[in-house]
């Protein structure tokens, strides 16, 4: 619940940041029985993004009692279509791929970033194991008897463990001197709400351009507008500079040709949001009495909907290393950090490297990568038993749960 904290106050465990991954982690947090401070700051509206989580991650989310209240503010994902779009001499056809043929009925849900917010929230707000406070940490002291968040307030709070969800500028990474790899991609991703009026029939249709991802993704109806999607539109900077000043109707016409009229007549709904390509990962996802979750530990385009699903994992795992923990026992801590370290860096590692070389390929017009690309798509749509496999991977990973049953206890 929101709570003025007094000048010093102590907590089991600070979760840091009050975006969606943080607010996750502190729920989850605080099923385990253990007093959470989560402090943060609300962040500000993020016009035109939204969030696709995938099966997996809404039992996890329906494990915290979460799903039923983000049902009434999403819409269901059945299908999802991939369009080689790029002119290649080596393009395959057209892939539909639905949730029934892995007996799901629905492979997942879209909802608006800025509602799973303020739903997350107000489930937060009513817990009485979590205290909130608005407020942004300075710095920190970790030592080996516990950990101080100095906040930018000047209250002070003591801690066992802290759970960093604070984004990809993490403090809590910096005070920890964890190293990062970043990179960064010749795009910029344009996003919005779009109207249209043909039916999606709950497809998202990704159209893979050679300057990246084209994509539509289901949004919830309103009484206005039967008929919504959430765009993601990935270019070369200097075109989302021109089309982001274009009048609106003009605009519109563009995404209309770009996807071919599969959606005929559109209008962009509300503001549009625009951010630069950039990749980043963390060499270690754990310090001493430090866990970090969400995109404080790995940074990615917006390409097979992995970003909060992969977060949302964090945060679970970060919960089942400390349930049942004694926090005034460095050891038991230490033995609780090196588990979650384990237990993240396959599923980190796979999802960063794999959405970086999909993006990769569509970037690189090179005959011999466009036809490794097109066959490899057509291969694993063709093949009944591996189509299935990897469907059922993408939407509840176990492959990395697997390698981290037999990982070193320390990154080589």
């Not at 099966?55 to 494990?63: A, F, K, T």
């Not at 299908?79 to 997942?108: H, K, N």
């Not at 694993?380 to 993408?394: D, H, K, N, S």
Request: proline fraction near 7%.
């Amino acid at each position: 619940m929101a709570a003025a904290a007094p000048q010093h106050s102590k907590f089991d465990i600070l979760v840091a940041g009050a975006g969606a991954s943080g607010l996750i982690a502190a729920i989850a947090l605080a099923r385990t029985g253990h007093s959470v401070a989560l402090v943060g700051k609300t962040p500000g509206p993020l016009p035109g993004r939204t969030v696709a989580l995938f099966e997996g991650s809404l039992r996890h989310l329906d494990d915290l009692g979460l799903r039923e209240p983000l049902q009434q503010i999403s819409a269901v994902v059945k299908g999802i279509r991939i369009i080689d779009d790029t002119s290649s001499l080596f393009r395959p056809p057209p892939a539909l791929f639905t949730s029934d043929e892995i007996g799901l009925d629905a492979f997942g849900l879209n909802v608006p970033n800025d509602d799973i917010v303020a739903m997350l929230s107000k489930v937060v707000d009513g817990m009485r194991e979590i205290t909130r406070i608005e407020a942004f940490v300075a710095s920190y002291d970790f030592r080996d008897d516990g950990v101080t968040a100095f906040l930018e307030d000047s209250r002070e709070i003591e801690c066992a463990v802290v759970v960093a969800g604070d984004g990809r500028n993490s403090p809590a990474r910096k005070a920890a001197k964890i190293e990062i790899k970043e990179w960064s991609y010749p795009q910029t991703a344009i996003t919005g709400i779009l109207r249209h009026r043909r039916p999606h029939d709950d497809i998202t249709t990704e159209f893979h351009t050679r300057f990246g991802p084209f994509t539509f993704v289901p949004m919830p109806a309103t009484p206005e507008a039967p008929r919504r999607s959430s765009l993601v539109w990935l270019m070369p900077p200097a075109e989302a500079k021109r089309r982001l000043a274009l009048d609106p109707r003009k605009l519109a016409a563009e995404i209309e040709d770009q996807s071919h009229y599969r959606y005929g007549a559109i209008e962009i709904e509300g503001k549009l949001g625009a951010f630069p390509m950039a990749g980043m990962r963390t060499l270690k996802v754990s310090g001493p009495r430090l866990m970090l979750v969400g995109e404080a530990c790995h940074v990615f385009p917006p390409l097979g909907a992995q970003g909060l699903n992969l977060g949302i994992r964090d945060s679970s795992d970060a919960a089942l290393a400390l349930d049942g923990v004694d926090l005034t026992n460095a050891k038991a801590i230490a033995a609780a950090v090196a588990e979650y370290e384990k237990s993240r860096r396959a599923d980190i590692d796979i999802r960063t490297r794999g959405v970086d070389i999909l993006n990769r390929t569509l970037l690189a017009d090179f005959l011999p990568v466009d036809f490794l690309r097109g066959v490899g798509l057509a291969t694993v749509t063709a093949i009944g038993p591996l189509r299935r496999a990897i469907l059922r991977e993408g939407v509840e990973p176990t492959l990395a749960r697997t390698l981290a049953n037999f990982a070193p206890g320390s990154r080589p």
